[in-house]
């Protein structure tokens, strides 16, 4: 047995237990004073079997499941489960003899006796029936509940890891950058207004657009080309960066912060003290709305920072697999002094 259902606590409300017992009731008595031809019979008998049976099936799913099958006490499970036909049956016998009609079965072609075999077993089976139609009701809702809840879970689990990742980005991104205008004060130069103009614009962007989980590629784009910007002003004319853009940029919106690891690596691992750092950046969107994002950039493999405090590939690759799942696929290789990028996504 499964122990899914051990610890929901999940309650139907009482409004659907009345509905559904008078609706169970009314269907019995049609269907069987119809059958019969008398309604009146029909009405007083399921009084007494519907109303025991609904306290027979709530014994069941309320007791003998939680606290002795789902506890594995099989045992004790059955045993109480057939103490439970029992008095079901004796007591629907003793009412309907008392109450209703000497003879406890007339829908019997034949005449039949109380406490003999055949009505033991086919009033234990209107029981079981009973037992078994709620405890698949009970089981369902606790099921679909148990779905729900889980999903609510995942999805707050997802909202939470991918706004943790997304904040590691953030104070990474700044922490570089105030570095930077740092070091453009101490040279005092002329360039340090210009770093904080789009040091701001950046701001803006982080502390109002970046907050939404989709935000329009082309402000994406825009960030990432006042990120360039500010590099630009730091090395001067050793940065060439070229930017194309194919297909239809303005309607499509991505993760915010998606790019800018692959933007940051290129200057962290590309630049040379002596020559040009080179980049060629492109998005492109097909007509089968796939976005396909490149990057390259000269390379060279002694320049690394051994001791690597950015976020890299890891951060991005991760917020992939939460957001895309198997939407996107993700390469890179080295072509020559080239490091190639290559991401791929299914919008």
């Known amino acids: 047995m499964n122990n899914t259902f051990k610890n929901i606590n999940y309650k139907i409300p009482v409004k659907y237990h009345f509905l559904f017992w008078i609706s169970y009731f009314l269907l019995n008595v049609v269907r069987w004073g119809s059958y019969y031809q008398d309604y009146w019979y029909s009405f007083k008998s399921n009084i007494v079997t519907v109303t025991l049976g609904m306290l027979l099936a709530y014994f069941h799913v309320y007791f ?5 099958l ?22 629907r016998t003793e009412l309907i003899f008392i109450f209703i ?12 006796r109380a406490y003999a075999f055949n009505h033991i077993l086919v009033v234990s089976l209107i029981g079981i029936y009973d037992v078994g139609l709620v405890t698949t009701i009970k089981l369902t809702a606790d099921w679909i509940f148990d779905r729900k809840r889980i999903e609510n879970l995942e999805a707050t689990q997802l909202k939470t890891e991918l706004q943790f990742l997304k904040a590691q980005i953030q104070p990474h991104f700044f922490f570089n950058t105030l570095n930077n205008l740092y ?23 982080i ?10 590629l082309i402000k994406e784009i825009n960030y990432i080309q006042n990120y360039i ?3 630009k002003l730091r090395f001067g004319d050793k940065i060439k960066v070229q930017i194309n853009m194919q297909g239809d940029i303005e309607a499509q919106s991505v993760p915010s912060l998606l790019f800018l690891p692959f933007i940051e690596n290129c200057f962290k691992h590309g630049t040379l003290d002596n020559n040009e750092l080179n980049i060629l950046i492109d998005f492109e969107i097909t007509q089968t709305n796939l976005l396909k994002f490149t990057v390259i950039n000269n390379y060279n493999l002694f320049t690394q ?43």
Request: no cysteine.
């Open 64 to 68: 003998l499941l939680p606290k002795l």
């Open 70 to 91: 789902f506890r594995k006490k099989i045992i004790s499970y059955v045993f109480f489960f057939i103490v439970g036909l029992v008095v079901f049956y004796v007591v």
């Open 101 to 112: 009609n000497e003879n406890v079965w007339p829908e019997s072609q034949t005449p039949q």
């Open 183 to 205: 070091a453009l004060t101490l040279e005092k130069s002329k360039q340090a207004p210009e770093v904080v103009l789009k040091l701001s614009e950046i701001m803006e962007y």
């Open 207 to 216: 502390l109002y657009d970046a907050k939404e989980p989709k935000i329009r």
């Open 229 to 231: 910007d500010l590099e």
């Open 305 to 347: 920072d051994k001791k690597n405090h950015g976020i890299g590939n890891k951060n991005v690759l991760r917020r992939l697999e939460l957001l895309y799942d198997n939407r996107y696929t993700f390469k890179t290789k080295t072509e020559g002094q080239n490091y190639i990028v290559e991401l791929s996504i299914q919008l």
